[in-house]
């Protein structure tokens, strides 16, 4: 007989193998089918009536556009100051309104407002102050997209409070954003003020120096033409002075709301469906292990050997004083 033809019946063999393996896995299903379904329906059972019972939850949805830089009439004119106007826009501190906001509606100062506002502390059922606005954190959600929109969403387990809630998000937002455009068009104001002081001093040297200059030597071209330009730096600063006093008596649309939040219709979560499925799917799972498991220690417990062995390892694991 040739090496190839002893090879063959063994090879031929793997797969009656496979089969009675198979065959013997199913055996095991079949045996523990019973406690494998009680486990698996009593799971669904107790899944349904946990979710059942958990209350629903409602998202209320707001959305908001943040304002262009460079709204202000102040700011408008910024373009036509050269290096003045580098130094007044640094001195604006001009930042990125997406990123402003999103730290703005997280802070510990609006998050407060909120809290009082509706009395959260006896609706969340907490002791300090710190808690309530750590639930609120955990029930607010704040994102920006690409376009730039930012998007409010506030969870409750009242749909009117959740619309409301989001709805006075934006509102003292607003409010806040208000009070700091106030400030920072004085700062303005302030800024454009002193310059003028500085280039009328300066103005006035160059006059004084162009009178005592003799209009037949050279150095008083240099002065009238100082003057001129002291002069012209002088009306630059007026401008944007007068300006910068408009920018502090008006009332920026500093947001626009997109989307006013509205009572949901439909919950958010709890997803009961999703729920009873995945429950039912691990207890599924759990019950088929602990079938194979039992028919491995029942196994064991055929063979004298192996059950010593078992013997040994439950003296093993006995804790003694």
Known sequence: MSENQA???????MPDDDEINLLDLLIVLAKHKAMILKITLG???LAIGVSLLMSNVYTGTAKILPPQQGQSSASALLGQL??????AGGAMGIKNPADMYLAMFKSRTLMEKIANRFGLQQIYETKTLTDTLNALESNSTFTAGKDGVITVEISDHDQKRAADMANAFVEELAKMMQDFAITDASKKRAFFEQQMKQAK???TDAELHLDKTPNTSLQYLDAVRNVKYQEAVWEILAKQFEMAKLDEAKDFPLIQVLDKATPPEKKSKPKRSLIVLLATLVAFFLAVLWAFIRESLFRVKQQPEQAERMRTLHNACKWRA
């Open 7 to 13: 090879i063959t019946p063994s090879v031929q063999n």
């Open 43 to 45: 799971a669904a059972l």
């Open 82 to 87: 050269g290096g003045l106007a580098g130094l």
């Open 201 to 203: 001093d300066k103005l």
